[in-house]
C-alpha cells in the first residue's frame, strides 16, 4: 500500500494573487487521487489584503475546491477572533485537528472547537492505509496574537504523546503530525513515536529526517506542494507556478479583489522593491528602510520632535510580489495587512539599545540567523559570533543612555514579548493610523524609492 500526503501551508497573503491561489488549487487537484490526502499545517485562512476585508472567508475559496481532508491552526488563523475562526471551521470541509489547543479552563477535557467538530486526532483512509493524524499549535501563540484570549495552548509533546498513543492503540498504519511549530518540529520528532512531521509557522522549506521522522516545510505563500510517499518517506517538491490553473478559483478571488476598491494609485516605483524572505530577515533592505522610513516620517508630520527612530519588525512585513510600476493602496496593505496602528514611544538611549540589541534574537518562528529589525535614522552594527551589539546610533551620533528618544513603530510589539520585549506600553506616548496607511500617506507625500545606505551591518553571519 503506498499513501501520497499533499502539504501545503501558510498561504497568507497569496490569497491576493488569484493566479497563484488558482494554480495552488489546480496542483493540489492534479496530484489527488485515492491514494491521497490532503493536508494542511495552518496559516491558511490569513494574514493578507483579502483575508483582512474579508475576515479570512477567501479562504473558504481553495478549501471547497480542493476538499482539504485534514488542516490544524496556525497563529493567525486566530486574527480575527476566536469566534470568527469557529465560523470558518464551520462552513470549511476539512476536518481541523488540535491536540494542544482548548478553553482557558478546561484542563485538557476537550479540544478549542469541539462544539464545530473539532478534534484532537482522528483516523483517515487511503488506499487501504490506516492513517491517524493530529494537529499543534506554537505555545507560544497568545503571545504573538493577542486573539487568541481565552484559549490555552498546552505544551505539544505532552499533548502529541497522548493523541500518538491514542493512535497506535487503534491499530493505525501511519501516524503523522499536521504541525504549526516552526522549529520546535525537531524536539517533536526526536520526542515522540511519528512517521511524518507536516510543519509550518517559519517561512523557509524543508525537507528532511531525523531519527527515521520525516519532517517537511512548504515555505510560504502557496508558491509549493510538498508530496510525501509512505512508507518509504520519499518527498517530492512541486512548485505551483508550473501547476494547472484552477481558474474557478482564480475566478472567484478576482471578483471578491475587485469588489474590495483596493485598485486606486499612490505612487510609481521604476526600480522594483522587493519582498522576500532575505529581503524581510537577512538585514538592511530597501524595502525595510520604505517602512521604517514611512513610521519615521508620520511621527514627524505629527509633530513629534528629533531624534525619531522608525522601527520595523521583519515578521510584520509579508513576503510576496515586488512593489513595481504602479503601486496602489491594496498592494501596499500587502506589505503590512495588519489592523495595528503605528504607535510612538518615548524611551530612554538604555532602553533603546537594548531593543536594537533584540533584533538578533532566536525567535521561535524564524531560522536560528535570522535578523528582526528594520530602522531609519539609525544605524546599527552587531557581532554575531560575539552576540553583541557593537555599535548604534542616531542620527549619527551614538546612543546616549541619559538621553531619551522617540521610536516610530508598530502598535503590536508592545503586546508581545516575541521580538522586542523591551519595548513596552510603559513607554507609550500616542498612536498615528494605521500602519499601511502610514504608508500610502508617506508613499503619496514622498514617492517610493528607498536605498539601502549601511544601516544595519552583520559581522558573523
Given at each position: 500500500m503506498t499513501l501520497r500526503l499533499l502539504h501545503y501551508s501558510d498561504?497568507?497573503?497569496?490569497?491576493?494573487?488569484?493566479?497563484?491561489?488558482g494554480r495552488l488549487a489546480g496542483t493540489l487537484l492534479a496530484r489527488d487521487g485515492p491514494d491521497a490526502l490532503v493536508c494542511g499545517t495552518g496559516d491558511n485562512t490569513a494574514p493578507g489584503v483579502l483575508a483582512l476585508r474579508t475576515e479570512g472567508e477567501q479562504s473558504l475559496d481553495l478549501f471547497d475546491a480542493v476538499d482539504t481532508d485534514a488542516e490544524t491552526f496556525g497563529n493567525h488563523d486566530f486574527d480575527f477572533g476566536v469566534e470568527r475562526t469557529l465560523e470558518l471551521v464551520e462552513r470549511s470541509p476539512q476536518r481541523w485537528l488540535t491536540a494542544n489547543v482548548s478553553p482557558e479552563g478546561s484542563d485538557g477535557g476537550?479540544?478549542?472547537?469541539a462544539s464545530v467538530g473539532v478534534r484532537p486526532w482522528t483516523i483517515l483512509e487511503a488506499d487501504g492505509a490506516r492513517v491517524g493524524l493530529f494537529g499543534l499549535t506554537d505555545p507560544h501563540t497568545?503571545?504573538?496574537n493577542p486573539a487568541v484570549a481565552g484559549l490555552a495552548f498546552r505544551d505539544p509533546v505532552s499533548a502529541a504523546e497522548e493523541a500518538v498513543a491514542e493512535l497506535r492503540a487503534r491499530d493505525v498504519d501511519h501516524v503523522v503530525v499536521l504541525s504549526h511549530l516552526g522549529r520546535g518540529d525537531e524536539s517533536l520528532a526526536a520526542a515522540v513515536d511519528v512517521d511524518v512531521v507536516l510543519g509550518g509557522h517559519v517561512h523557509s522549506e524543508r525537507i528532511e529526517r531525523i531519527d527515521g521522522t520525516v519532517l517537511t516545510r512548504p515555505g510560504v505563500n502557496g508558491e509549493v506542494v510538498m508530496e510525501v510517499s509512505l512508507p518509504d518517506g520519499e518527498v517530492t517538491r512541486h512548485a505551483v507556478a508550473d501547476?494547472?490553473?484552477?481558474?474557478?478559483?482564480?475566478?472567484?478571488?478576482?471578483?471578491?479583489?475587485?469588489?474590495?476598491?483596493l485598485t486606486g494609485v499612490v505612487a510609481r516605483v521604476d526600480e522594483p522593491v522587493e519582498r522576500t524572505e532575505r529581503t524581510c530577515f537577512r538585514g538592511e533592505s530597501r524595502i525595510g528602510n520604505f517602512v521604517a522610513d514611512a513610521y519615521r516620517w508620520a511621527a514627524g508630520e505629527a509633530g513629534y520632535a528629533a531624534?525619531?527612530?522608525g522601527l520595523q519588525n521583519s515578521g510584520g512585513i509579508r513576503e510576496g510580489s515586488p512593489l513595481a510600476g504602479e503601486v496602489t493602496l491594496g498592494d501596499l496593505m500587502s506589505v503590512i495587512p495588519f489592523p495595528e496602528r503605528v504607535a510612538v514611544l518615548d524611551v530612554p538611549g538604555t532602553t533603546l539599545r537594548s531593543?536594537?540589541?533584540?533584533?538578533?534574537?532566536?525567535?521561535g518562528f524564524g531560522e536560528s540567523e535570522w535578523w528582526h529589525a528594520h530602522v531609519s535614522n539609525a544605524r546599527l552594527e552587531y557581532d554575531h559570533g560575539e552576540?553583541?551589539?557593537?555599535?548604534?546610533?542616531?542620527?549619527?551620533?551614538p546612543v546616549d543612555p541619559d538621553r531619551r528618544y522617540r521610536v516610530a513603530t508598530s502598535e503590536y510589539l508592545l503586546h508581545t514579548e516575541g521580538e522586542f520585549p523591551s519595548l513596552t506600553t510603559e513607554f507609550l506616548a500616542g498612536t498615528l493610523d494605521v500602519q499601511y496607511e502610514v504608508l500610502a500617506a508617506y508613499a503619496r507625500a514622498e514617492g517610493i524609492a528607498p536605498r539601502v545606505e549601511g544601516r544595519i551591518v552583520r559581522h558573523g553571519v
Open positions: 498561504v497568507e497573503n497569496a490569497y491576493d494573487d488569484p493566479e497563484r491561489i476537550g479540544p478549542f472547537g497568545p503571545d504573538i501547476g494547472p490553473l484552477h481558474e474557478p478559483v482564480a475566478g472567484a478571488l478576482r471578483e471578491r479583489k475587485a469588489g474590495e476598491g531624534p525619531v527612530v531593543a536594537f540589541a533584540e533584533a538578533a534574537r532566536n525567535v552576540n553583541e551589539l557593537v555599535r548604534a546610533s542616531v542620527g549619527g551620533v
